[in-house]
């Protein structure tokens, strides 16, 4: 023990004399002096002694005062100052990769250190760390995997979980973890922080932790509704008329989240009003065929057009961030203004985006300023909101929606809709606007509108499935999930925590008793979806794994093919050349995925991504995957150490078909031929649509009578994703009976399906099917 005590002793030593030398250099001084002018620095002393003091506080302040990069920095810089800096760790969790990427490589570069030394960030995939780092940064997701291997967080001294008012799900799952393992650890400090007023509610569950709030400074905002907007960009919003009740219908339905019902009447008619308005017309045709649309983000488009426009001629310098829907809206419309005269001209304008899968490169632009007499648009999701601070903001354009997953717990249905942000999230981004001088916000919706947002959004834990939640879970070693969950800050609903544990029990991973089986413990080392980690374990055992692999990194990140908005038909039809007539984007996938790897071989990988429409970005992200799951399962000894045994079937088609099927049941859609038209159906949802990139909306017939799919979108209809076609007998065999041992729930969900699809072909087979199944149970 000693020994060990004087080797960190003499490295703290070490640790304090760089942090000295930094702090009197000239570059010191003088990041030092910015670090003093940050309100967060004026409360310094009185936080660091109630971190010693309390076990857990709770701090919330102004975006942008500090919070993020000082306070850990504060633990950190003390420490090293009394001579114990080897003898603190610091972790720090933010909810997206790319603030905690961010994050990490600002504190260093404060304290004149590269990236990785006493700062370090891991995140999925990527990480910078070594044996000197005292403080990291991580997402929640990293740090709650960490606990089912570590459950005591031997030798971290400090959490700080930052963002906690955006109420993420991780976050939530992490307090629960969090509150039972200070009871072990009484040593252990917990610091809360976030951005809004809403402290007393940590700071009850904490059992009345004490609470700081930073003031900070920030300049007024004006804020200009949808109303003025219009008046301003030269649009009159005449009083609204009589508006059909199928429109009213239609409109309250994309906006489920606008609370007081009494309200729903004026605030349909006035956004109707605005949306019917001929001068968008032209706007709304278009953009109604693109999946993010139609609800006010039509109007929202070329309003957002119009506002940069005025901005960009009458008002003062400052730059403008425009908060919009989502990736999808973002690009479009990035992709819309390249041919605009000024929005599109480089010596007037610099366009950048900012969202939670953009490079690391295009990230720091957004920070940077911009030449002289450019102005500086930056085009952003909800992320702008509070984990990043781009300084030089005067104007705010905000469209007032953000894509949020919802679940639907009696449908089983997780649906990814846009929908309105609350009114705290609205005050946020107004606020994005004064933190150089008084800015200006124009809110892209009626006053009315905001009035009727709810006060905050509804935190995630309750509008997603909790599959993968509740699994993770079960490998904390916990008794009953029900009762766990039930100790968070909101607890889900019982049908959702019963909707999850259904499921778990149906692929294997829960056994009757829900306790954990070897396939569950081996599906929540998989950093995927459960559904997807147990398609990948599928395709070891029938031996079809490389093509599975890819399949399911694919699914696990983002679609790598691209779909530019003006280029849509030819993006089409370069990823038709990937899907040889065999009715399967995931097939196509793979196809587009080898090739690259051989364009890469041949190093013309950067053509073969322009000519195909792939983003060689997502396709790296991909193959990183690729190799992380295939280094668990290895481990685990789930697949061969020799290859071509686990791809004795990779090129049987039906084998790796098959294996699509079981991973993506029960997604599945019947394909109805007509005389000239195809069509698709559900169980749930009757009709769907295909969405626009899948190789399948491009063929007149489908030669296979099922298609299966893992994701559906429900915007105005529901669109599938990603699909591939399957016959009778590999539903049959592969669709949840069979494979996942013999039990009565697959029995039944079958029997739905064939119910309702009444086809007799398979009613026969399943016959025989559930007789033969029946006799086994009875063995
Ligand atoms: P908070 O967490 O309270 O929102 P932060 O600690 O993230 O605040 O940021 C504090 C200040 O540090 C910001 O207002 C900004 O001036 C500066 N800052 C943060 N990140 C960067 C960066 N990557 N580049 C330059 N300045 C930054
Ligand atoms: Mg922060």
Not at 116 to 128: H, S
Not at 342 to 367: K, W, Y
Not at 403 to 409: L, N
């Amino acid at each position: 023990e000693s020994v060990m005590e004087k080797v960190l002793q003499k490295r703290s030593l070490r640790m304090r004399n760089m942090q000295r030398s930094w702090q009197e250099s000239p570059e010191g001084k003088m990041m030092l002096g910015f670090r003093k002018s940050l309100p967060a620095f004026k409360e310094k002393e009185g936080l660091l002694q109630s971190i010693v003091r309390n076990q857990v506080i709770v701090v919330s302040g102004e975006t942008g005062c500090g919070k993020t990069t000082q306070l850990p920095q504060y633990v950190l810089e003390s420490f090293i100052e009394s001579g114990r800096g080897a003898f603190c760790n610091i972790i720090c969790t933010q909810p997206r990769r790319i603030s905690a990427m961010a994050v990490a490589e600002r504190v260093s570069a404060e304290r004149g250190e590269p990236l990785g030394e006493t700062v370090g960030f891991k995140v999925r995939l990527e990480g910078m760390k070594g044996k000197n780092t005292h403080l990291l940064f991580c997402t929640s997701g990293i740090l709650l995997r960490r606990l089912l291997s570590d459950r005591n967080l031997d030798g971290v001294t400090h959490v700080f979980v930052d963002e906690i008012h955006e109420r993420g799900m991780n976050e939530d799952f992490l307090l629960i973890v969090l509150k039972d393992l200070l009871q072990r650890r009484r040593d252990l400090r917990l610091i809360l922080m976030s951005a809004t007023l809403n402290a007393e509610l940590f700071s009850n569950y904490f059992g009345g932790a004490p609470t700081f709030h930073i003031p900070g400074f920030t300049y007024p905002v004006r804020a200009h509704f949808l109303e003025d907007v219009l008046e301003m960009t030269g649009y009159k919003l005449t009083p609204f008329n009589q508006i059909d009740d199928y429109g009213q219908e239609k409109l309250w339905k994309t906006q489920r989240q606008l609370a007081p019902r009494k309200k729903k009447n004026q605030i349909t008619a006035l956004v109707e009003d605005a949306l019917c308005k001929s001068s968008f017309e032209s706007y709304s045709s278009r953009t109604c065929d693109s999946l993010a649309s139609w609800s006010p983000d039509c109007m929202g488009f070329n309003l957002i057009e119009a506002v940069l426009c005025h901005i960009c001629r009458k008002e003062r310098p400052g730059a403008v961030l425009v908060f919009m829907t989502g990736w999808e809206d973002i690009s479009c419309l990035r992709d819309q203004f390249k041919a605009h005269p000024l929005l599109g001209d480089p010596n007037r304008v610099l366009l950048l985006t900012c969202h939670g899968s953009m490079a690391t490169s295009e990230q720091r632009l957004i920070f940077e300023k911009p030449p002289p007499n450019v102005r500086k648009v930056v085009l952003a999701t909800n992320m702008a909101e509070a984990s990043i601070t781009i300084n030089d903001v005067v104007f705010v354009i905000d469209c007032g929606k953000a894509k949020e997953t919802t679940y639907d717990a009696l449908n089983n249905t997780p649906c990814l809709l846009p929908s309105w942000i609350s009114q705290a999230s609205a005050r946020q981004r107004r606020g994005r606007a004064g933190r150089v001088q008084p800015g200006e916000c124009y809110h892209l919706y009626p006053n009315c509108v905001y009035e009727a947002f709810s006060e905050y959004q509804l935190p995630e834990l309750l509008r997603t499935p909790l599959n993968s939640l509740c699994l993770q879970i079960k490998s904390l070693q916990v008794e009953s999930i029900g009762e766990f969950l039930s100790a968070a800050l909101q607890a889900p609903e019982p049908r959702t925590v019963q909707n999850a544990i259904g499921f778990l029990k149906m692929i294997g991973a829960l056994d009757e008793k829900e306790n954990l089986s070897n396939l569950g413990k081996l599906l929540s080392m998989l950093p995927v979806d459960p559904k997807l980690g147990k398609m990948l374990v599928m395709g070891a055992i029938f031996r079809c794994f490389d093509p599975i692999l890819t399949i399911v990194a694919g699914l696990s990140v983002r679609d790598p093919f691209l779909l530019p908005q003006d280029k849509k038909d030819l993006a089409g039809t370069a990823k038709s050349r990937f899907s040889a007539k065999d009715y399967s984007d995931h097939m196509a996938l793979v196809r587009a995925y080898e090739g690259w790897k051989d364009a890469e071989r041949e190093g013309s990988a950067y053509e073969y991504c322009w000519r195909n429409f792939l983003s060689a970005q997502t396709l790296q992200a991909i193959h990183s995957l690729r190799k992380q799951f295939s280094f668990i399962l290895k481990e685990a000894g789930v697949v061969d150490s020799d290859a071509s045994i686990n791809n004795k079937l990779s090129h049987n088609q039906s084998m790796v078909r098959a294996v699509i099927c079981s991973g993506l049941f029960p997604g599945i859609a019947s394909v109805v031929h007509r005389e000239t038209s195809m069509s698709f159906k559900t169980r749930d949802d009757g009709q769907v649509l295909l969405y626009a990139n899948s190789v399948n909306e491009r063929y007149q017939t489908i030669s296979y009578p099922w298609l299966v799919f893992g994701e559906k979108v429900k915007v105005n209809a529901v669109f599938i994703r990603d699909s591939t076609g399957v016959s009778d007998s590999i539903l049959i065999l592969f669709g949840g009976a069979l494979i996942n041992g013999v039990q009565a729930g697959h029995l039944k969900m079958l029997d739905g399906y064939i119910d309702f699809f009444m086809d007799p072909s398979l009613a026969d087979c399943y016959m025989k099917l559930k007789q033969e199944l029946d006799k086994l149970v009875q063995k």
